[in-house]
């Protein structure tokens, strides 16, 4: 059974820059998905960025340009590396493992999730 654990949130002007960490723990399997989701108060839970297996991303129009997601397999651990952040990129941030071989953004494509690292961007 897979187990994530973010890391690597915290408060930032706007403008500025975070990198996230998520390390896994367990056996994904040699297809996979691993995605970012974030959800702030009051809004819809909303998938930012994915990457597959392949290593094929996929990102939300909303951080496009500005989020880069990666993996280090040597080190089981996904990334998200934001610049440019903005006061609407406040949430809470997690990172999410599914079985299909396609970078989903739609929720319903994981089955596991972490607990989540709270981002607060400042204007």
């Known amino acids: 059974q897979v187990q994530l654990v973010e890391l690597g949130g915290g408060s930032v002007q706007a403008g500025g820059s975070l990198r996230l960490s998520c390390q896994v723990y367990?056996?994904?399997?040699?297809?996979?998905?691993m995605a970012w989701f974030r959800q702030a108060p009051g809004k819809e839970y909303e998938g930012v960025a994915a990457i597959d297996s392949d290593g094929t991303t996929n990102y939300a129009d909303s951080v496009a340009g500005r989020f880069t997601i990666s993996t280090d397999n040597a080190k089981n651990t996904l990334y998200l590396q934001m610049n440019n952040l903005k006061p609407e990129d406040t949430a809470m941030y997690y990172c999410a493992a599914g079985g299909l071989r396609a970078p989903m953004l739609a929720p319903e494509w994981y089955n596991t999730r972490g607990q989540g690292t709270q981002v607060t961007v400042s204007s």
């Open positions: 367990g056996d994904t399997g040699s297809d996979y998905c």
